[in-house]
């Protein structure tokens, strides 16, 4: 059967829903319902999504979605479709960039707006040091001293296990769940399904269904759609092959798709070096 709404764990489709002007109403609620905000974001601003270091020689940072609310905190929102080595680091690194461009030239008393990264990933960490967070789908981080308690506030990591997402249609109880259940299973909706009462999960379909796009959309998309699902299947086999060398199978697909070198590297994890070798 022919797919009626997109695939968002593609770049594309991930990025219509939550990336563009018209759907900031989109993540505003989405965001709303994940984080563990005192108070509701209001109004969200989209930010350049290339940060650069201040050094040359500094790597540069690309963000599928960066914004900031109308009290100057920041979000930075990232679709993970594929494991890859130091993953957690390159979280990390990711938002030492909101937090060093809030410093102000001259005088200035260090107090920082909060940044929020947001990991929504297609696979799961299979790393727990403990058994009852295995098959738990939302992750919070925040720095705690030696006895559990939080040392700093304005800076949280949340990831989001999707396979671990299990809920039926009927277990749905909070508006996290409605957010996750659409994000897991939109690729297979012929029609909304009846949980989805709400004017914004309407404009969340709307934006979703291919039969609204022009011929420029279709086509970005289905290019999209192909490095998905070729990633898909060169990751099945990465692990059997070597990891160096599915890694390079995924870059060749991703070159061949006319993907960027840091897009490449983003997914891979490979040196543009090793790219280039490719």
């Not at 940072?61 to 930075?76: L, P, R, S």
């Not at 809920?167 to 297979?188: A, G």
Request: proline fraction near 3%.
């Amino acid at each position: 059967m022919k797919a009626k709404y997109i695939n968002p764990f593609t770049d594309f489709g991930f990025k219509k829903i939550f990336g563009e002007e018209a759907s900031k109403p989109l993540l505003i609620d989405f965001l709303n319902a994940l984080l563990p905000l005192p108070n509701k974001i209001v109004d969200l601003s989209f930010k350049n999504t290339e940060q650069l270091g201040k050094l040359d020689i500094e790597r540069k940072a690309v963000y599928d979605i960066y914004c900031e609310n109308e009290i100057g905190e920041k979000f930075i929102v990232e679709l993970q479709k594929a494991k890859q080595n130091y993953f957690k680091e390159r979280t990390i690194y990711y938002s030492t960039f909101p937090i060093r461009e809030q410093a102000e030239k001259g005088k200035w008393d260090y107090n920082l707006k909060a940044v929020y990264c947001v990991g929504i990933l297609d696979f799961t960490f299979d790393d727990y040091e403990t058994e009852p967070e295995k098959g738990e789908v939302v992750h919070t981080i925040r720095l705690k001293n030696q006895n559990g308690k939080t040392f700093y506030e304005k800076l949280t990591y949340i990831y989001l296990e999707m396979p671990n997402f299990k809920k039926l249609e009927n277990e749905l109880s909070t508006r996290l769940d409605k957010w996750l259940f659409f994000i897991k299973n939109l690729e297979d909706f012929q029609d909304i399904p009846t949980i989805f009462t709400e004017e914004i999960f309407n404009q969340a379909f709307e934006k979703a269904e291919l039969a609204n796009y022009n011929q420029v959309e279709l086509d970005n998309y289905e290019n999209s759609l192909k490095v998905y699902r070729d990633l898909n299947g060169v990751i099945d086999t990465a692990y059997e092959e070597g990891l160096i060398d599915g890694k390079k199978a995924i870059a060749k697909s991703l070159k061949i798709n006319g993907y960027s070198m840091l897009e490449i590297a983003k997914v891979t994890g490979l040196t543009e070096g090793e790219i280039n070798e490719i």
